[in-house]
């Protein structure tokens, strides 16, 4: 035994630390390579490397490494670091991390699932007889990778299951729905038989008698010239391309049938369509960007990170986008990080116009599959350069010059739920002291976090203050609902204001955008006679109208039943839809203007994977003139016809109970009032409230960011919030709400033995007290950011929940910590 060495694995549990394991004789392992594992008394994992060495465990028998399935390291010692890090700091396991970190396919843990890939015809997959046997099975329904162990007779199919995903013949996710469906379309060419010798002449004469038939053959070769290049024939036409001509679809059938043309199918690719086109023509730098980006590079020299504000429009990417060329020209990689909603097609033409197909695009909407190319790219060096979404923080990079958080304010970089709940914005900058880089986070509104560390000398500031080009700053006005009201001059939800002024942009053929940051019809329904209110039967909240599908959804838990008709309490018929969501704004718009294209952008309507980038390109080509959404529409466009933007709501957004409710309404209302006039002088912006007098709404007018943050950061000092504080919220959950109060209480009580000089919160019900049948009650800390040893108070916090749950009464108590919520 003593020459025996040992592993540490990280295993996809949330369980503290590694495991030890017996390292297999004669087998080459090292440090980031996956394993398969025994756990417990039947479990099978698929478990990471994270250390080798002698120790025997003192407590413990350890076990055997079943099987090593890469010959290199996945993941590399950086990432192990960073990895660390983040359970550290955001109190979760090695193995939750790695969870997040992973994409499926990587992890082939027994609740990950098979199917089969779309392009695969199992008849023809060149496998062994079961593996085909298998196929066949997957292509009526996915499997379990323990179903695919039953299936084979194999006790860890893991290898198994691994080859064939190499091979192409399946596909591996996380869950039995989300597969990758391939976009396709119809293609139509002539058949071979009839490119050779002199047939085409002799079927084009015998077409005399079918002159329709002819005009579809005559159409094909006007379009494709096959008879300078028979070779052009192979590639055919889009069908749609050619039946656009008033040809009859009729005709081109029969030409079909009688194999004269033939019609396949062709998958399209997610977005690489047009890359051999690449953009040399180098832009030129405006006077203030060549100046913004030379502090830039001053500031990188002497600071890892630095704050970039640049108000909306400054042309913030372009100086992005010059150094993103100088770091890659140097051998380092580059990591671009954008929010989910920001990551559009617009910005990833934009970089492949300029980078070609050498860089790698990380984003959830992706297949596992998809991501898990981008990860061995990287791995392997093919991209050097990557632009993702949050989880690319994740990703195997071995030498990064530079880390570029755009939007760093975004509030969507935090994940809430599962473990980790890190901001990405935060992890990056710890990733890019790691790799001894840079991190510049850019945004038109900084958070009050990074303006304050910018201001305190701990981040470099480079500000950019002028719209690029000829584009001024949208000029904003108020529209005062509550006036209006009195005066009966609203129309449906509309001011007289905003109604005149999208008639007048409407007449320009110029586009407009209304933002109302609530989906569905109404916020709720309430009977006019009992008062009733339909609530979740999940969550303690009330149910939204959506009149798309006549019924009520819960927003928590996606919870819904059909709307009724009479009032489930009293009977009552009279039901009344109370707040209005981008639904019923949508349809208010349909009845003022019939003429106008009205299209709607919010969860509800972007639910596929191509949805999106579709609406987005409608508006690019001046298919839609009026575009009503959720704060989807406030993320980094840059439309040049958009000339008004429309707020509803602000009022709502301004009072939410939350400390950061004014940072947020400051950040939403800049930033959507910055999709306006981004490349024409007289952007507008009008917002509808009920008190244009209040002090946040004049400051937005000034927009002046300085003015806000000393208004703000006042109360934040005053309150002890961050960035004077750090704050953790520990959750407690339980299906029975005595429950999950004592467990609050206890905690709360047993940490004021030790914690005194710290400031608690709670415990208290939080706004909404119950979600997905869970009752919720909260602690807060706050806590001073000098003096407090935070890695050690993290560790006791996480000692007294553990200790809670091993008290019978509180031993199915969740409790969940959020570091840093936002
Ligand atoms: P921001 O991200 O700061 O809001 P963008 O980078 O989207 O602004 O730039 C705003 C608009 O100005 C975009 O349409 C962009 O193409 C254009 N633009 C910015 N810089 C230049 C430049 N140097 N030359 C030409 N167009 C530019
Ligand atoms: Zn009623
Ligand atoms: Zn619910």
Redesign the pocket.
């Known amino acids: 035994m003593s020459l025996s060495q040992f592993a540490e694995i990280i295993l996809p549990l949330p369980l503290e630390g590694t495991f030890t394991y017996i390292l297999p004789e004669k087998k080459k392992v090292s440090v980031g390579v996956r394993v398969v594992v025994p756990f417990g008394k039947k479990k099978i994992y698929t478990g990471i490397v994270s250390y080798i060495h002698g120790k025997i465990p003192q407590d413990y028998q350890p076990k055997e490494i079943l099987d090593i399935l890469d010959h290199e390291s996945i993941i590399n010692e950086t990432q192990l670091s960073f990895f660390r890090w983040m359970s550290d700091y955001y109190m979760c396991s090695l193995g939750e991390v790695m969870n997040a970190a992973l994409p499926a396919a990587l992890k082939l843990s027994s609740e990950s699932f098979v199917g089969l890939n779309p392009h695969v015809d199992p008849e023809k997959a060149n496998v062994e007889e079961s593996e085909r046997a298998l196929l066949h099975v997957l292509k009526i329904h996915d499997l379990s990778v323990k179903e695919v162990g039953e299936f084979l007779n194999l006790k860890h199919p893991q290898k198994r299951i691994k080859k064939l995903a190499e091979g192409g013949f399946i596909d591996l996710f996380e869950q039995v729905k989300d597969k990758y469906q391939p976009r396709k379309v119809k293609r139509i060419r002539i058949k071979d038989f009839w490119l050779e010798g002199n047939h085409l002449e002799l079927l084009l004469a015998k077409l005399e008698s079918k002159p329709k038939q002819q005009d579809i053959l005559l159409s094909y070769l006007r379009e494709i010239p096959i008879l300078e290049n028979s070779k052009n024939n192979e590639k055919g036409i889009l069908k749609s391309t050619l039946l656009k001509d008033d040809l009859s679809a009729h005709s081109l059938k029969t030409l079909i049938r009688n194999e004269i043309l033939e019609e396949w199918e062709e998958n399209i690719s997610r977005i690489n369509q047009d890359t051999n086109k690449r953009d040399t023509a180098e832009?030129?730098?405006?006077h203030e960007?060549e100046i913004a980006l030379h502090d830039l590079r001053e500031t990188l020299t002497t600071q890892p990170t630095t704050l970039f504000h640049?108000i909306?429009?400054?042309?913030?990417?372009?100086i992005y986008i010059c150094l993103i060329k100088e770091q890659l020209k140097r051998g380092n990689q580059v990591l671009y990080l954008l929010p989910e909603i920001a990551l559009t097609t617009q910005i990833i033409k934009r970089l492949q116009r300029l980078f070609g197909n050498t860089f790698g695009v990380y984003h959830s909407r992706y297949s596992d599959n998809e991501r898990v190319e981008v990860w061995r790219k990287v791995l392997t060096g093919d991209f050097q350069f990557v632009v993702g979404v949050r989880s690319a923080v994740f990703l195997p990079f071995s030498n990064l010059g530079l880390i570029v958080v755009d939007e760093e304010h975004e509030p969507s970089y935090k994940q809430y739920e599962p473990a980790p709940r890190y901001h990405a914005r935060d992890a990056a900058i710890y990733l890019s002291i790691l790799h001894k880089s840079n991190a510049i986070l850019g945004t038109?509104t900084p958070s009050l976090e990074s303006y304050k560390n910018a201001l305190d000398g701990k981040y470099g500031l480079v500000q950019l203050a002028k719209r690029?080009?000829d584009a001024y700053e949208p000029e904003i006005t108020y529209a005062n609902i509550r006036k209006e009201r009195k005066q009966n001059t609203l129309k449906g939800n509309f001011s007289s204001e905003l109604i005149n002024a999208i008639e007048q942009s409407l007449e320009k053929k110029e586009q407009i955008i209304i933002f109302q940051n609530r989906r569905g019809y109404a916020a709720y329904i309430t009977c006019d006679h009992c008062a009733t209110i339909p609530k979740c039967a999940n969550c303690a909240v009330s149910l939204t109208y959506h009149q798309f599908n006549n019924k009520l959804i819960c927003h928590y838990c996606g919870y819904n039943q059909a709307m009724y008709s009479d009032c489930l309490h009293c009977g009552s018929k009279e039901l009344r839809p109370v707040g209005f969501g981008t639904e019923e704004l949508e349809e208010e718009l349909k009845l003022i203007f019939p003429q106008a294209i009205i299209k709607r952008m919010d969860l509800d309507t972007t639910r596929s994977k191509y949805s999106y980038q579709r609406i987005i390109e409608s508006l690019e080509n001046q298919e839609i003139d009026i575009l009503v959404g959720t704060q989807m529409v406030s993320k980094?466009f840059?439309f040049d016809k958009v000339n008004l933007v429309g707020i509803f709501d602000t009022d709502r957004i301004i009072h939410f109970p939350n400390f950061r409710s004014y940072e947020r309404a400051y950040q939403l209302i800049t930033q959507v009032s910055?999709r306006a006039g981004?490349?024409s002088k007289h952007g507008k912006v009008i917002i509808q409230t009920n008190d244009p007098q209040q002090q946040l709404l004049r400051i937005i007018n000034d927009n002046n960011y300085f003015s806000f943050y000393k208004l703000e950061i006042k109360d934040r000092e005053r309150f002890h919030y961050p960035p004077f504080t750090r704050l953790i919220t520990i959750t407690f959950k339980h299906r029975d709400k005595k429950t999950s109060f004592q467990a609050a209480n206890f905690f709360y009580h047993e940490i004021s033995k030790r914690l005194t000089n710290q400031r608690m919160i709670g415990p208290v019900e939080p706004i909404v007290g119950k979600i997905r049948t869970f009752y919720l009650h909260e602690i807060t800390l706050k806590m001073a950011k000098q003096g407090v040893n935070l890695p050690a108070t993290k560790k006791y916090l996480k000692s007294v929940a553990l200790f809670m749950q091993t008290l019978p009464s509180f031993r199915s108590v969740g409790v969940v910590f959020d570091v840093d919520p936002v």
Do not use: H, N, P
């Open positions: 832009v030129t730098l405006s960007q640049g909306t429009g400054s042309g913030k990417t372009e038109a690029f080009g980094g840059d910055g981004r490349k």
